[in-house]
Structure formats: structure tokens, C-alpha cells
């Protein structure tokens, strides 16, 4: 009786696609299969926001989000904050990505 090779399904493919992967590529692939590279990148826009702008500027903002499409939206409590800010979009995007070394950042709106 011959030996019958055993039946492949998908799992056994990726997982032997996987295993010749660099590991960033897989737990990329892990965060993006499982959604969780949006929340991710939220918490990597907030410790770049306390980095690049100081505490100062962290202790004036009551809220910082970013949503799927790459748009920061960002709650001051501070008028003349939300003036300076409000002329210097774009230069917030580039400072952001510039500081975690990848576009991650398309917009912003300052509320």
C-alpha cells in the first residue's frame, strides 16, 4: 500500500510562505489580518505628538485621534495654540512622519 502525501490546506501554505518571511513582515501581516495596525499607528502618532511638540503642547490638547485615512484630528484648549497650529498643517504632518520615519500622517484638523 503506498503512502498517500498529506493533504495541504491553506494554513500549511502561508505558514511554510511565513516561515522564509522576515519577522516585521509577519507581524505586520498579523496586525493587518487582525485590524490592529490602525490602532498601532494612533499610539505611534501619540508618543511622536509628546516627542516632537513637547509637554507643553501635550498638556493643552484634550484629544488626539487618527483615523483610517491618515487624518489627525486634534482638540486644543488653547485659542492661540489652535491659531498657530491652524496655520502650520502642513508642516505638523511632515515634523510627524519625519519623527517616526514613515507616512503615517496625510492631514490634519485642529478643532
Do not use: Y
Request: charged share 35%; glycine share 6%; proline share 3%.
Amino acid at each position: 500500500m503506498r503512502k498517500r502525501a498529506p493533504i495541504r490546506n491553506s494554513a500549511d501554505i502561508e505558514r511554510a510562505e511565513n516561515s522564509s518571511r522576515p519577522l516585521s513582515d509577519v507581524i505586520q501581516h498579523f496586525l493587518r489580518v487582525h485590524r490592529m495596525s490602525g490602532r498601532m499607528d494612533e499610539v505611534e502618532v501619540r508618543e511622536a505628538w509628546r516627542e516632537v511638540f513637547g509637554t507643553a503642547v501635550e498638556n493643552r490638547t484634550r484629544k488626539l485621534s487618527l483615523k483610517k485615512d491618515g487624518t489627525l484630528i486634534c482638540m486644543l484648549d488653547s485659542g492661540p495654540l489652535k491659531e498657530e497650529f491652524q496655520h502650520g498643517k502642513q508642516e505638523i504632518v511632515d515634523r510627524l512622519n519625519e519623527h517616526m520615519g514613515r507616512k503615517v500622517v496625510s492631514a490634519v484638523r485642529i478643532l
